[in-house]
């Protein structure tokens, strides 16, 4: 079953912008989690924020939580064209480290 | 760095083939996992493993059967194959041991079953 839904499904924008996706999920979690995925390659981990923190920050990606409306923010600032992907959303909530994927976000981001 | 490698990007298999996919990681994890991955539906967990010949089912076992006889090991197996299994499928990693379980993924297996 899919946790998280990532919202917009696709986004478009110049080099420079700042692109922003939000994800929303279900259940109570203990961590969510970003992951990039470059066109027909794997997954890779982006960012990871705990269920009792609010915002966190790694180089140009700010992600923030909020527990209270079950949803979540990846923000990528002054975009490069490399950042064309695949942005997932996965929560974490049980036992075994299992993860729940959102359907993703797929970025554009022309020069 | 982690690595986790697939024995195939490209497979192409007809109906009612045996297909086996395997993976491999080289950081000593204990969990490992196996996706497919459809477009509009994201990754969907298949089957999991954290440890040595245990197995259990994720959302999606129909189909599917897994072995991992040894850490480094987990094979994804399509006893029959069926064009719905044309994917891509997706094998990953991680450590156990905390709430906090970061995902390290192969390059993927993209398979079509003709």
């Known amino acids: 079953s899919q946790q998280g839904e990532e919202d917009p499904q696709a986004l478009s924008i110049q080099e420079g912008e700042n692109a922003t996706m939000n994800c929303s999920y279900k259940t109570s979690i203990n961590n969510l989690q970003w992951y990039r995925q470059n066109s027909g390659r794997g997954l890779v981990h982006l960012i990871l924020?705990?269920?009792?923190?609010r915002e966190k920050h790694s180089g140009r990606l700010r992600v923030t939580l909020d527990t209270s409306k079950k949803s979540s923010s990846l923000l990528i600032t002054a975009s490069r064209a490399a950042d064309t992907a695949s942005y997932f959303c996965?929560?974490?909530?049980?036992?075994?480290?299992?993860?729940?994927f959102g359907a993703g976000t797929q970025v554009v981001v022309t020069p | 760095d982690v690595k986790v490698t697939q024995s195939s990007r490209y497979l192409v298999k007809r109906t009612g083939e045996k297909v086996f996919l395997e993976c491999v990681q080289d950081m000593d994890h204990e969990n490992m996992f196996w996706y497919r991955q459809d477009p509009g539906l994201g990754l969907r967990l298949i089957y999991f493993s954290y440890d040595v010949k245990m197995k259990e089912k994720g959302d999606i076992p129909e189909g599917y059967s897994v072995s991992r006889e040894k850490k480094e090991r987990f094979s994804l197996i399509l006893e029959s194959a069926s064009t719905n299994q044309t994917s891509m499928y997706l094998c990953a990693s991680s450590l156990r041991g905390s709430t906090a379980d970061t995902q390290y993924f192969g390059p993927g297996t993209r398979l079509t079953v003709l």
């Open positions: 996965a929560t974490e909530g049980g036992s075994w480290g299992k993860l729940q």
């Open positions: 924020i705990r269920s009792n923190e």
